[in-house]
Each structure stands twice: as C-alpha cells, then as structure tokens.
C-alpha cells in the first residue's frame, strides 16, 4: 500500500522535485489524478537529438503526456503514444517503460516546418496537422495489445487526450501540458539550456474510495446529465467545480521549478482534502540493446543484409537514443558479441 499524506505549501529547492510523477486524490471532490513534472528527461532527450525550439516543445509535452499515462500501468509492459500526421512534424513516437523509463524521438518535413515557423505558427497542434494519435498499452509478448486512436484535426495533444478518455473509458477528464525551455546564464558567462515539462491530469470518479489510485483505470460510472435525482446532478456539479479550479492552472505553475505538484494541488485542492501518495521517479533510458538489434538483422535474408552493408558493415542507429551499433558479416551469422560504438 502507498503511504498518503496531507499537502502542504512547503519551503521547494529548485529542480530536486522533479522527474516524478505524483499520484493524488481530492476526497471532497471525488476526483483522482497525477500530476508529472520532468527536467533531466526530456532535456536529455532533446539535448540527443538537436530538433528546433518548436519541435521540441511539442515533444516535451508528449513525453509529459505518456508519463501520466504510462505511470498507471500496474504490470510489466509499455505505453505507447505515436503520432502519424501530415502537418510538418508527421511522425511522433514516444515509449514509457513500466514503471520509469520514457524514450521518445520525431520525424518531421524540414521545408514544411520552416514555413510554419517563418508564418510563427508554431503551437503543438499546428505542427501535427491531420493525422491520427495512436495509443497503445502493451502487456507483453503473451498478452492481447489494447489500442486508441483519435483523429488529429487541429486537436492539441490535451484535446486529443480527452476524446480518447471519453471514447475508451467514459470518464470524465481533464488535461492539462505545458513545456518551456529555461536558459541560465554560468559563472563563464555562458548559457545553459534545460527543458521542463509538467502535466496534470483529473479524472472523476462517484463513489471513490481510498484504494482508488491503485486501481486500474476502469469505465466507472458516468454521471447522468438527464437524470431528475438531486444526488447526481450534485455529483455533475462537483465535477464542474474541479473543471473550473482546473482551468485556472497557468502554464508556469506546470514548469516552474519553484513549485512542486504539492504545492499546487494544495493551491488547487485545499478546501477539499487533497491527499498525495508515493511518488513515482521518471527517467531518460531507451530499450535498445545490440543483442536485440543483432536479432532483428539475424531475421533478414542474406541477400537483403548484403544490401545494408557499406564498407564490410552493417551500421544500425537507434532513432530514439541516437546510439549507433556496427555489425560484420560473421557477428549477425553467430552470436552477437562485437563493440558497440557511441
């Protein structure tokens, strides 16, 4: 079981609560949530692959995004979030790892991006366009793989959040994403880069009782807008009231290192006995291993292994963690046990 306890506004040293996922849920209000908050995560993923200001900012939000919704896997296995679009970022890949790990990367149209850019039309969802957003829960090679997709049709990615809770689930919920670069100047006079990226996510659940976060997420039960009994349209009323506090969440309480997920569910939460349980640490670490890079090349045909050969090699670069791995012809026929080069 998770201890829980009281929030409080509390005295914060700056960066050290973040990388976590904090779990919570506001009795009087019969909602539950997480709240993410990320610094070295996504600046280590974004540092690697060297995108534009833009890009970036939409993949932090990204990754902000399957955190909260990876985090609330309760077994050995994956969420996945892709995005497959025909706006200027037209692919979108972000994997969580149960229980910690996220990896991300982005393919997008050089020229297409540029004129964005140029037209300063560079919010998330006017990068991604039409398209879909997929997302996956996968439970491992044994087990049935469970799948969303919501259509992009200028959705940002906390509208397209919604219609998939609404679509699979029937809860009502609420999301909220906010990413921002933070550049400090150094004792030598140069400038260092971080990003930081917070979320929040409430979904109401009538009736809840105090094992609710270590539940699955389930269907629940719908409140009924038509129904004449006076409890559940006080039940409706609630959740308009967490909507409305939540709707007064700026995007610098989301990524203000200053302000840690406590303190702004007690600003949210506090005439409604808010109660946090055990935080949940987040990190940068991609899957890929040489062993498993060596048998996915083992699975081609020796006439198609001859064409990915330059200079006596096979070279295969992860495109989530930039790592790249060279094969010769005789380490993909036996066992894979050559050098890996970074």
């Not at 990388?19 to 009087?28: A, H, I, K, N, S």
């Not at 959705?155 to 029937?170: C, D, G, N, R, V």
């Not at 506090?270 to 060596?294: A, L, Q, W, Y």
Request: some cysteine.
């Amino acid at each position: 079981m998770s201890k829980q306890s009281d929030t409080t506004a509390a005295t914060i040293t700056p960066i050290s609560h973040m990388d976590r996922v904090l779990p919570f849920q506001v009795d009087g209000l019969d909602v539950r949530g997480r709240m993410v908050h990320l610094n070295n995560t996504v600046t280590g993923i974004i540092q690697r692959h060297d995108y534009p200001d833009a890009v970036n900012r939409l993949l932090a939000e990204a990754i902000a995004l399957t955190s909260l919704l990876g985090s609330s896997l309760k077994f050995e296995g994956k969420f996945i979030l892709q995005v497959q679009s025909k706006g200027a970022v037209n692919m979108l890949a972000v994997d969580f790892t149960a229980p910690d790990a996220v990896r991300a990367y982005v393919r997008f149209d050089d020229e297409a991006l540029a004129a964005l850019i140029e037209k300063g039309e560079t919010l998330p969802e006017q990068l991604l366009g039409e398209g879909t957003l997929i997302m996956t829960i996968d439970q491992g090679q044994y087990m049935n793989r469970y799948q969303g997709i919501v259509i992009l049709d200028g959705k940002s990615l906390e509208e397209a959040a919604h219609s998939y809770f609404m679509q699979s689930e029937q809860l009502p919920t609420r999301v909220r994403l906010a990413a921002t670069e933070m550049v400090t100047k150094q004792k030598d006079g140069s400038f260092k880069s971080e990003w930081l990226a917070g979320g929040l996510l409430v979904q109401y659940l009538p009736h809840s009782s105090t094992d609710i976060p270590h539940r699955d997420l389930h269907p629940g039960d719908h409140p009924d807008l038509d129904s004449e009994t006076g409890g559940e349209v006080d039940e409706v009323d609630v959740w308009r009231e967490c909507e409305a506090l939540i709707n007064t969440v700026n995007d610098h309480e989301l990524t203000d290192p200053a302000v840690t997920a406590e303190t702004l569910l007690y600003r949210l939460f506090h005439e409604n006995n808010p109660r946090v349980f055990d935080e949940m640490p987040i990190e940068d670490r991609c899957t890929c291993s040489r062993e498993k890079i060596g048998e996915v090349l083992n699975n081609f045909k020796p006439e198609d292994r001859d064409d990915m050969m330059v200079d006596g090699k096979i070279e295969v670069t992860c495109e989530f963690c930039s790592t790249s791995y060279n094969f010769v012809p005789e380490e993909i026929e036996g066992e894979i046990q050559g050098r890996d080069q970074d």
